[in-house]
């Protein structure tokens, strides 16, 4: 899955600047003939736009997904309660069908409408499951992934008929009960968002979320870049003060008198396998919910370099309750020891929270 990152930041919608808990996702289709989600973009990314805004759109010739909101923002796009709980994403609908009126159509070439309507379910059953991921969201629950149309029959949205008018007119056989159960398959496959910096309005660096089963994210070299600055690395083992030989950065497991390693990149690689526990801790931390602000790599890295300095408890500490931008003031207090400020860890917090920002 592609993201590219277009937020509308002229749209009246992001300029409320309202945020919301997000609850559930609203699966739309555009409801004309029109495959490519930077027409969207362009139109919607004005002062002047009509009072609607989604969190994303889905290209209908290419299947990458365009997002146009922050996800935690409120947005316009199921009308109804459902502004206030639900993400929306817009799937853009083939160019060779001709609407006739309300959500009835005619369709020229139903090969080449099914090739577009395909690539579009695909690319959203792999963003449902990612943003189910990142906000703990059961996609089999009740009320939790609707279409359009049947957030109007839960009284939760106007009256649309989307996506399920488009699914049905052209036979496609897809359901949105067949989309649930997919998006729960695909949650348990790998989901890697990458960034194609293309867009034509906004584009920001998307999260770099590395592949990784179930969800659960590792370390990137960046990140493990960042921690060997700031710990010592020695070729040949050692007996550590504590009496454990020890080679590396820090590396204990499996360490005998004599070992010796080839270079510094090898000690990177063995301090890479050893912050997977560390990383575990922060995966650990978004699985129980205690950090609920949206994860990204870098945050990641940040996170997992601060456990592995100070600690779980104190990484729990940290981060539950607080949004992002708290957890980026906050992490500068973690600067003492022995009750004194010391200059290096003032460093490292000052160098993971510019990470955790950017
Ligand atoms: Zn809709």
């Not at 996702?25 to 004005?46: D, K, T, Y």
Request: hydrophobic fraction near 35%; charge should be neutral; charged fraction near 20%.
């Amino acid at each position: 899955m592609e993201i590219v990152e277009s937020i509308l930041t002229n749209n009246p919608c992001f300029k409320a600047g309202k945020k919301i808990k997000v609850k559930g996702l609203m699966l739309h289709s555009v409801g004309c003939p029109q495959p490519s989600a930077e027409v969207f973009i362009r139109q919607w990314n004005s002062p002047n736009a009509a009072r609607a805004c989604v969190h994303a759109f889905i290209d209908g010739n290419t299947g990458k997904v365009y997002q146009t909101l922050p996800w935690e923002h409120r947005a316009w796009h199921g009308g109804g309660s459902s502004n206030d709980t639900h993400i929306g994403v817009e799937m853009c609908e083939p160019s060779c069908m001709k609407y006739t009126g309300g959500a009835t159509f005619v369709c020229s070439d139903r090969d080449a409408a099914m090739a577009v309507v395909k690539r579009t379910y695909d690319a959203a059953v792999e963003l449902f499951a990612f943003l189910c991921k990142q906000f703990g969201l059961n996609p089999l629950a009740d009320g939790v992934i609707v279409s359009h149309k049947e957030g109007h029959d839960r009284g939760i949205a106007t009256g649309h008929g989307d996506p399920d008018h488009l699914w049905n007119g052209l036979q496609s056989g897809y359901t949105m009960d067949g989309f649930r159960k997919d998006v729960n398959a695909a949650m348990g496959r790998t989901v890697s968002a990458q960034t194609a910096p293309e867009a034509s309005v906004h584009v920001q660096k998307a999260p770099d979320t590395p592949a990784a089963p179930g969800g659960e994210m590792f370390i990137s070299d960046k990140g493990v870049d960042l921690i060997a600055g700031y710990e010592g690395c020695r070729l040949e083992a050692y007996k550590c003060p504590a009496g454990v030989w020890t080679i590396g950065y820090g590396h204990t497991a499996g360490v005998n008198a004599g070992d010796k390693l080839a270079s510094e990149a090898a000690a990177k690689a063995l301090l890479k396998e050893d912050l997977k526990k560390y990383g575990g801790y922060v995966n650990n931390c978004v699985k129980k919910g205690l950090i609920t602000f949206p994860m990204n790599q870098n945050r990641f890295d940040a996170l997992t370099s601060f456990c592995y300095n100070c600690g779980n408890g104190n990484l729990q500490k940290l981060v539950t309750g607080r949004d992002a931008d708290t957890v980026a003031e906050k992490i500068l207090q973690y600067n003492k020891g022995g009750g004194k400020v010391l200059a290096g860890l003032t460093r490292r917090r000052e160098e993971e929270r510019a990470l955790f920002l950017s």
